[in-house]
Nanobody, 127 residues
Framework: QVQLVESGGGLMEAGGSLTLSCAAS????????MGWFRQAPGQEREFVAA????????AYADSVKGRFTISGDNAKSTVYLQMNSLTPEDTAVYYC????????????????????WGQGTQVTVSS
């Protein structure tokens, strides 16, 4: 059974940095597209970033562009989210997602397009 396990969340002051990790198992699981989403209390889950292993293409939500960086190691089925210049508006539960297909420009930012999800990790940014 495929599992995605996030780690690295926590409490950070505004302006600080955090790095989230997401490890997929079993090692035989091969994703094509992986993404990060977040969900704040009372709000819908929103797209943060995505990476396509083939070619290393990356995409970001406008709200995090220039501050967050998605990266990963396909051989280790691990994806990271480096978050810099954090603001209280970044406070949310962050979820890792994966799909075994190449998600198109129309779909990569849509939560419904991903078949596999982690349990989420809380990120809280204080002002």
């Amino acid at each position: 059974q495929v599992q995605l396990v996030e780690s690295g969340g926590g409490l950070m002051e505004a302006g600080g940095s955090l790095t989230l990790s997401c490890a997929a198992s079993p090692h035989t699981f091969k994703s094509v597209t992986m993404g990060w989403f977040r969900q704040a209390p009372g709000q819908e889950r929103e797209f943060v970033a995505a990476i396509w292993w083939s070619g290393g293409t990356k995409a970001y939500a406008d709200s995090v562009k220039g501050r967050f960086t998605i990266s990963g190691d396909n051989a280790k089925s691990t994806v990271y989210l480096q978050m810099n210049s954090l603001t209280p508006e970044d406070t949310a539960v962050y979820y890792c997602a994966a799909d075994t297909t190449y998600l198109s420009e129309r779909h990569y930012s849509a939560a419904f397009a991903y078949d596999y999800w982690g349990q989420g990790t809380q990120v809280t940014v204080s002002s």
